[in-house]
């Protein structure tokens, strides 16, 4: 899996490593759907000492439409763990989805006579 992060913060390489150890652990049973996945960390001018580190998440799957979700914390950690954990749960949920609607034709299924 490739994972891509984007920053515009060029020494965030902590913040690099972080986040590439965490989308790769989430998604360690999953890496066969998520061929790519893409983190965008920011900070947002809030309040002192409020919500200003924003983590976005978006696991682009081939044939599927992207999962992209974004969570924002305190602490870069928070954000991070908080946006990886939510777009794997979205994926596995979406993945259950297409599974469950799938319709087997009845060859497959050596009933056929």
């Given amino acids: 899996m490739q994972v891509i992060v984007e920053s515009p913060d060029v020494e965030a390489t902590e913040l690099r490593a972080l986040a590439v150890r965490r989308v790769r652990f989430a998604l360690r049973r999953l890496a066969w759907l998520v061929p790519r996945a893409r983190i965008r960390l920011s900070e947002v001018s809030g309040a002192r000492g409020g919500v200003d580190k924003r983590c976005q998440v978006e696991l682009i799957s081939d044939g599927r439409a992207p999962v ?46």
């Fill in 68 to 113: 992209v979700v974004t969570s924002m914390a305190r602490h870069w950690h928070v954000a991070v763990q908080s946006a990886v954990s939510r777009a794997a749960a979205s994926l596995l949920r979406h993945w259950d989805r297409d599974r469950e609607h799938r319709v087997v034709p009845i060859r497959t299924l050596g009933l056929n006579r």
